[in-house]
């Protein structure tokens, strides 16, 4: 079955916020088409912590533009070849995590030296014909599937392990 892209990117949002709440953390959606940030979880500590979403249906994420600062965390959704009762894999990617990416899919195999792309401060990728992000396959990011201790971790404040240890036991059940 194939979604509309408006109902893709809801169904991944709501996704992404019912598997943190699952694990305890409370996440919230922002609503609007001009927005930069799809959730806000609160953290410890009085932070907000912004989830940017990106979902799919075929073989790649497109133009995925990363995670821009260090308070932001993306979740990548893929719902290719998932039935209506089946759960899409997720995709967990730190600031720290989208870098080495970047750097293995660009930096790595030339493709910044030949000038076919530059990086910017953010690890944006802009090509040479102005086109902003990268495309994505799961196989890219297969390490990061299922990491939500990752976000999590961000979310527990250094100095409260007791909330983080509360947060995993409730992750395996």
């Known amino acids: 079955m194939v979604i509309s892209k408006e109902c893709l990117g809801l169904a991944a949002e709501f996704a992404v916020a019912s598997e943190l709440c699952r694990r305890g953390v409370y996440a919230q959606l922002t609503l609007g088409n001009r927005k ?9 500590a009085g932070t907000m912590l912004r989830i940017q979403v990106k ?17 932001i965390v993306l979740v990548l959704v893929d719902f290719e070849k998932k039935s209506l009762s089946d759960r899409p894999d997720f995709y967990i990617l730190r600031p720290r995590d989208w870098a080495a990416l970047i750097k293995k899919l660009l930096i790595t195999t030339g493709r910044v030296a030949k000038g076919e792309v530059k990086i910017t401060d953010d690890n944006v990728p802009v090509w040479r014909d102005s086109y902003v992000g990268t ?17 999590i971790q961000l979310t527990a404040a250094p100095a409260n392990n007791a909330v983080h240890r509360t947060r995993k036991k409730a992750a395996r059940r």
């Not at 930069?36 to 410890?44: K, N, S, Y």
């Not at 979902?55 to 308070?71: C, I, L, M, T, Y």
């Not at 799961?138 to 939500?148: I, S």
Request: glycine share 12%; hydrophobic share 35%; aromatic share 6%.
């Open 36 to 44: 930069r940030t799809d959730l806000l979880v609160d953290a410890e």
């Open 55 to 71: 979902a799919k249906q075929g073989r790649e994420w497109p133009g995925v533009r990363g995670v821009p600062g260090s308070a």
């Open 135 to 151: 495309g994505i396959k799961p196989e890219h990011v297969l390490k990061f599937r299922d990491a939500w201790d990752n976000l």
